[in-house]
């Protein structure tokens, strides 16, 4: 019994470490930030510096959000985009030994490094190398281990929906490979202004309906039941974010 336990463990681990190194997979990096009382604008500063030093190339650019809701509020989110795993080999220790000598001196708090998988099935409207839009809206999913496949079917059914009604927007989804909850999902969506621009466009169906129509009668209800069903009890959070350009790579003055 011990001997197929520890098998069993040893696959678990092989999978999640082999889950973080697929070459046809694109991954995201993000830290967060709260500045000591008293020295935002001395972290601002710094992180600006060693932003204009070490974060010149589309190899290494990062883009600087800062939470504006919930009790997260101040935090500066930190994101790295468009990761392969031999990224990962690239030396880049004097870049972390400047942080810490020159910025870490003014952080309360920080995540460390957290590694997300981009998944297309579940993505809109993303063009690689765009302009980041000024605002963005974060949901953090928290989901049942043995749920997972509902919450992903219903994710993706959803995009699908959407492309077919015409949505715009961009809505892009994570899910957490390294340090963290492995099951745990986030779906960024993005714009520029709160008042909508867009001409609102007038549809024959629901929003139901066209699900149904194009899954089987049913499986709207059915998907958005399972749905509900797939995440944990606190297992949904909405924060909006605002970019900080100051703090962001090809966007400082």
Not at 170 to 184: E, K
């Amino acid at each position: 019994m011990r001997t197929l336990i520890f098998l069993s463990a040893v696959l678990l681990i092989s999978t999640s470490t082999y889950s973080q190194r697929n070459d046809n997979a694109e991954y995201w990096n993000s830290w967060e930030y709260t500045a000591k009382e008293g020295k935002t604008s001395e972290f601002e500063a710094a992180a600006a510096k060693k932003t204009a030093m070490y974060n010149k190339t589309a190899t290494t650019a990062i883009l600087t959000y800062r939470i504006t809701t919930g009790s997260g509020s101040g935090t500066y989110v930190r994101v790295e985009t468009q990761k392969s795993p031999s990224d990962y080999d690239i030396d880049r220790s004097a870049e972390g030994a400047y942080w810490r000598d020159n910025v870490a001196k003014f952080v309360a708090r920080n995540s460390g490094q957290v590694r997300w998988q981009l998944l297309r099935d579940g993505t809109m409207n993303y063009t690689p190398g765009s302009t980041p839009n000024k605002h963005i809206v974060r949901t953090t999913f928290n989901v049942k281990a043995d749920k997972v496949g509902h919450f992903r079917r219903y994710m993706s059914r959803v995009a699908e929906v959407a492309k077919k009604r015409g949505w715009k927007g961009t809505r892009l989804l994570f899910r957490l490979v390294s340090g963290g909850n492995r099951n745990q999902f986030v779906v960024v969506t993005g714009f520029d202004t709160f008042k909508r621009t867009e001409e609102p466009v007038e549809h024959e169906n629901t929003f139901r309906e066209d699900y149904n129509e194009m899954f089987g009668w049913g499986t709207y209800e059915e998907d958005n039941t399972n749905f509900d069903a797939a995440l944990e009890y606190w297992g949904e959070e909405v924060e909006n974010l605002e970019l900080v350009p100051e703090m962001s790579t090809g966007m400082m003055n």
